[in-house]
């Protein structure tokens, strides 16, 4: 646990303070977490990633119905397995932090709630996410009418210039209507 | 006949017909380029769907839109003036109108993916370049700003605010632009947008390293500043470290670890409480640091010395505050109205101080008002800026659905439970087109019984609300909370408006027909008492009182759910004891420190109550908005009304002759008022402090006219918000022209590629007509 290799050199370190929002002690306390999730064989390199299954198990995460979309949104990976390396632990952090602007958040929230990965919240996205929301049991779900009316409802208001999908500009200025919504985007280690 | 023919051949049927400035030759010939020239993109999953998705919102929006055209009248476009289909002859319309083709083209879907809109939210190149021309503006408006002197390059005012047009290159190109931008920003600056910018560690590492090696190379001369931008650069770092001293205060992370479980179990709502306490513990410590140092220590360093202090210490004073602490440092009747002479250092090298404790009494007290007035002003003005919103569009829908989730919230079954409650939120939503004699002990004792029975009141009274709450019915849950709120901001302002003029208007001012010596300590006592007894039925209602109705509701009434934690009361409950704080410093200058020690125990009680008994609420909290409530009540009502209070005893009411600082004076405002008069005398160096006091201070047309600019700037500021809705209408209207506009554009665009496939058949078609005609 306190070998050299599992530390963060200096230079690295400031780097990331520079780079994200957060501060020197919350990117020890994420260095500390994930060299936890990382098998204890690849501990002492520095680019290792993470696999899905394995970020899911951390308690920040393992409830959260985005959980998955978190990890794909956050993930450089090639393969687009949603496996994370630190750097991409950093920017998930660095998003959900305090400090992060609300412009930041509510370009990630954008991205985590398109569903199909197109650039705009269209009928399917809108509905997967209304799904996530109200959970995973039969009884919670909303009735396929009631689905229609309310997508057309969130549509009617959110769609400024009417092409029947929201896009980027169109849902920062929802967001921005919301003074919760920084409050709400929030993960704290 | 001519109609029905010209609409085969034409699918998109014109009804303007040829004087439509929309020629068909025309808008074929202008999309062909994109058509070749859409590369050879292939198209994903993602997009497939898409194709599917976007017919049938295309034919939804059209039915909507149609029916919008009935009603408007229609607009005057060709392409809405066709699609009116007041033919009643043709109910074929419908299914061969272009807009409500089932299956865009290959080449329109890749246009339509590509579309700046569409890849602003997902693609690594449209980011760069949208920041690219970011930066840009702000190189431009800092160069402006700091080299107005040396105008040789860009600071001419033409340029200024003006968004260079950077000539449509490729990826590699807007990324050395956004290098070489980055390079000419400041520091800070450069810091800050590589922070905002929404890409991947390993890209912003990248251009960061672009950007400082670049700049290292560039000549001195470049690198000089200006006077102006020295100065400014002073100032940010001045601000910087203030601000890395405030993150340094919260790095110190008091209760980081319970406010995290609080927040994971119960919500953001919740936590809006204990954040609350957390600020009002920075307000009394504030305070208890100011007047500690400037009151506490300089008296007790120097006790007066005919004080007979005659009572010994038995336990009751804890609770009464009276006995063997009146004659203590605690209240107000121990200050001196003397100047103390303290001499330290031996032989030739005594040093004297002098320390005037009347004056210290004063400007201590009025200062730390007027600091803590600042701080609480700011943190409000900043809040509702927050919360305000220029605009108020109709409906709150969509705001809801992507605000709604609380990614604080950790622990499985609050998880489950907040996706029960927007399911209910969102099911309703749909529902519906919410006073002696000789000092003794027993006397003493006897003096309790005020603040037991206020405190009583305090507590039963708004539970009594909640009853009667509970057999209105109410349009809404938030009108329900706002009434809860309000009747017991009533209630208390109330209890503490008659307290005040119990205190200040009756004991004040006829002190000695209660045969008392010294008023002030009384009063002093008095609060302290108060405050005790609040804190102590708070102890009581939340160990006994919460546990007993969570045991009540399970067993006598049978419900399946623990009660649920009343945010709003408890945090009213927090404001009037801030209050009595307040009311009670100019009496008690220790009174804070006590306040202090109730914050931090109530904070581990609240949090061991919350734990144990209660249940995660069924509607969301708006925390946001409340937490602007909260800071508002503490302002107004509370601090206000304090400030009022002392300010009146400051100014009005005459002090005690026989205790405390003040004693000997008409009134407490008047030492302040005397030491400036003798300033000149004493002090000719600080003449001018008279002067200035005499011309403004107790001058009225000074303040009147500081009143009537304020006034006339809050005016001008109000105009300014209403044209700024304007304006937002207008551009909304402008949007949604826009969204018509490419539309139009996106189904010509289809057509033109059909009539390119669609040619053979027909011409096949009408070879075999030819063919059967000639035969």
Not at chain 2, 2 to 26: C, I, K
Not at chain 2, 67 to 89: I, K, M, T, V
Not at chain 2, 609 to 624: D, E
């Amino acid at each position: 646990m306190g070998t050299t290799a599992s530390q963060l050199p200096k230079d690295l370190l400031s780097e990331y303070q520079e780079l994200t929002f957060l501060t020197k002690q919350e990117i020890l306390l994420a260095h500390n977490r994930f060299t936890e999730l990382l098998a204890k064989e690849d501990r002492s390199s520095t680019s290792q990633r993470v696999p899905l299954e394995k970020v899911l198990t951390m308690p920040e995460l393992k409830s959260n119905p985005f959980r998955k979309r978190i990890c794909h949104v956050f993930s450089t990976s090639e393969a687009k397995d949603g496996s994370l390396t630190f750097e991409d632990f950093l920017d998930l952090l660095s998003a959900f932090s305090d400090s992060a602007t609300l412009e930041i958040k509510s370009h990630y929230a954008f991205r985590i709630f398109d569903f199909d990965d197109d650039g705009t919240l269209d009928r399917g996205d809108l509905e997967k996410l209304v799904n996530c929301l109200t959970g995973e049991t039969d009884d919670t779900r909303l009735t396929p009418e009631e689905m229609r009316q309310l997508i057309s409802n969130i549509l009617e208001e959110s769609d400024i210039d009417k092409d029947g999908t929201v896009n980027l500009s169109e849902f920062q200025h929802v967001i921005s209507r919301s003074p919760d919504f920084v409050s709400s985007f929030k993960i704290v280690l | 006949m001519d109609r029905r023919v010209s609409f085969d051949s034409n699918p998109h049927h014109m009804e303007a017909g040829p004087e439509s400035p929309w020629d068909e030759g025309v808008a074929h010939r202008s999309f062909s380029p994109l058509i070749e020239d859409s590369g050879p993109r292939p198209i994903g999953h993602g997009e497939a769907l898409e194709m599917a998705d976007l017919a049938v919102e295309e034919e939804e929006e059209e039915e909507e839109e149609e029916q919008e055209e009935e009603e408007e009248g229609g607009r005057d476009n060709p392409a809405f003036l066709a699609r009116q289909s007041d033919d009643p002859g043709s109910s074929a319309t419908r299914e061969t109108n272009p807009l409500v083709r089932q299956r865009w083209s290959a080449a329109t879907q890749r246009v339509l993916c590509s579309m700046p809109s569409r890849t602003m939210g997902r693609a690594q190149d449209a980011i760069i370049s949208r920041y690219c021309s970011r930066s840009e503006q702000l190189r431009l408006r800092r160069q402006t700003q700091t080299s107005i002197r040396d105008s040789d390059r860009s600071a001419r005012p033409s340029i200024r605010g003006y968004r260079m047009e950077v000539e449509p290159e490729e990826e590699e190109n807007k990324k050395e632009q956004l290098v070489t931008n980055l390079q000419s920003l400041s520091a800070a600056d450069r810091m800050r947008m590589l922070r905002a910018m929404p890409v991947s560690m390993a890209e912003k590492s990248e251009l960061r390293k672009l950007a400082c090696n670049l700049k290292s190379g560039l000549p001195l001369s470049h690198r000089e500043v200006s006077c102006h931008s020295r100065l400014k650069y002073c100032t940010a770092s001045a601000l910087s470290a203030w601000s890395s001293c405030l993150s340094f205060l919260q790095s110190l992370q008091l209760w980081q670890v319970a406010l995290k479980r609080v927040s994971g179990r119960f919500g953001t709502g919740v936590l809006s409480y204990f954040l609350f306490l957390k600020t009002l513990l920075f307000f009394n410590a504030l305070l208890f640091v100011i007047t500690g140092f400037f009151l506490v220590i300089p008296q007790a360093a120097n006790p007066p010395r005919h004080e007979a202090g005659n009572a010994s210490f038995t336990g009751l004073e804890l609770f009464t505050g009276g006995g063997y602490f009146t004659h203590t440092v605690m209240f107000y009747g121990y200050y001196t109205n003397s100047i103390t002479n303290t001499s330290y250092g031996g032989g030739a090298a005594t040093r004297h101080s002098t320390y005037n404790i009347t004056l210290a009494y004063f400007f201590t007290i009025g200062i730390a008002f007027f600091i803590t007035c600042i701080i609480l002003v700011y943190s409000m003005s900043k809040s509702f800026g927050r919360s305000f919103r220029i605009y108020k569009s109709q409906g709150n829908l969509a705001v809801k659905v992507f605000c709604v989730w609380d990614f604080k919230v950790i622990k499985v079954s609050s998880v489950k439970l907040q996706s029960e409650n927007i399911c209910t939120q969102l099911k309703d939503n749909q529902q519906k087109a919410s006073s002696r004699t000789v000092s003794s002990l027993q006397w003493e004792a006897r003096m309790l019984a005020l603040p037991v029975m206020v405190s009583a009141i305090n507590l039963l009274l708004p539970s009594f609300f909640n009853i009667v709450a509970w057999m209105e019915e109410y349009d809404s849950p938030s009108v329900r909370i706002h009434v809860a709120i309000f009747r017991n901001l009533m209630l208390k302002v109330n209890v503490l408006g008659v307290l005040c003029y119990h205190w200040l208007g009756r004991i004040a001012v006829d002190g000695q027909s209660l045969s008392l010596e010294c008023w002030e300590s009384f009063v002093g006592q008095e609060l302290y008492r108060f405050l005790l007894m609040d804190f102590i039925f708070m102890v009581l209602d939340t160990l006994i009182g919460e546990f007993l109705w969570k045991l009540f509701s399970q067993r006598v009434l049978r419900r399946k759910r623990k009660p649920v934690f009343d945010i709003a009361r408890n945090v009213l409950e927090l404001i009037y004891g801030q209050t009595l704080a307040w009311l009670g410093v100019l009496f008690m200058p220790l009174l804070p420190a006590v306040q202090i020690i109730k914050l931090l125990l109530l904070f581990y009680m609240k949090k061991a109550s919350l734990m144990v008994n209660c249940q995660v609420a069924r509607k969301p909290w708006r925390a946001s908005q409340m937490s602007t409530l909260f800071i508002t009540l503490l302002c107004f009502p509370s601090f206000l009304g304090a400030a009022v209070s002392v300010t009146y005893t400051m100014w009005t009411l005459k002090p005690s002759s026989k205790c405390g600082p003040f004693r000997g004076l008409q009134s407490m405002f008047l030492s302040g008022k005397h030491w400036i008069e003798q300033l000149q005398e004493s002090n000719p160096s600080l003449g001018w402090l008279t002067w200035v006091h005499i011309s403004l201070v107790e001058n009225p047309i000074f303040l009147f006219s500081v009143a009537g600019i304020f006034l006339i700037v809050t005016y001008f500021y109000t105009q300014v918000v209403d044209g700024q809705r304007k304006i937002i209408s207008l551009l909304q209207e402008q949007i949604e022209n826009e969204g018509q506009d490419k539309k139009f554009l996106i189904c010509r665009l289809q057509e033109a590629h059909e009539r390119k496939h669609t040619v053979s058949p027909r011409r096949r078609q009408l070879r075999s007509r030819e063919d059967s005609g000639t035969d």
